[in-house]
């Protein structure tokens, strides 16, 4: 089992930036992919970044120049930094760990606010 825990959000003007971070626990050498989401009022919850275990790294469009995610192997975590923040960029960002077979757990989300 795994446990995933995201923290980092709050409320920033747009144009600012925030790091986000993805703590995971428990069975993490099954892990292969982790991957942040998000979910914004209203909508269907969407992919926004995802990054291997060998750092492989792949982008949304809507995100792609503005958001990086990155990790840190010794302490099971990954970030992710946004820059350039929008409005639109407003969600609850939730953090997924997939594991081989497709096996996933989810976090219980952070909020972003980003006002305009």
């Known amino acids: 089992q795994v446990q995933v825990v995201e923290s980092g959000g709050g409320l920033v003007q747009a144009g600012g930036s925030l790091r986000l971070s993805c703590v995971a626990s428990?069975?993490?050498?099954?892990?292969?992919?982790m991957g942040w989401y998000r979910q914004a009022p209203g909508k269907q919850r969407e992919w926004v970044a995802g990054?291997?275990?060998?750092?492989?790294?792949n982008y949304a469009d809507s995100v792609k120049g503005r958001f990086a995610i990155s990790s840190d192997n010794a302490k099971n975590t990954v970030y992710l930094h946004m820059n350039s923040l929008k409005p639109e960029d407003t969600a609850v960002y939730y953090c997924?760990?997939?594991?081989?077979?497709?096996?996933?757990?989810w976090g219980q989300g952070t909020q972003v606010t980003v006002s305009s």
């Open positions: 997924k760990a997939v594991a081989a077979g497709g096996v996933s757990w």
């Open positions: 990054i291997t275990r060998g750092g492989i790294t």
């Open positions: 428990g069975s993490v050498a099954r892990i292969n992919v």
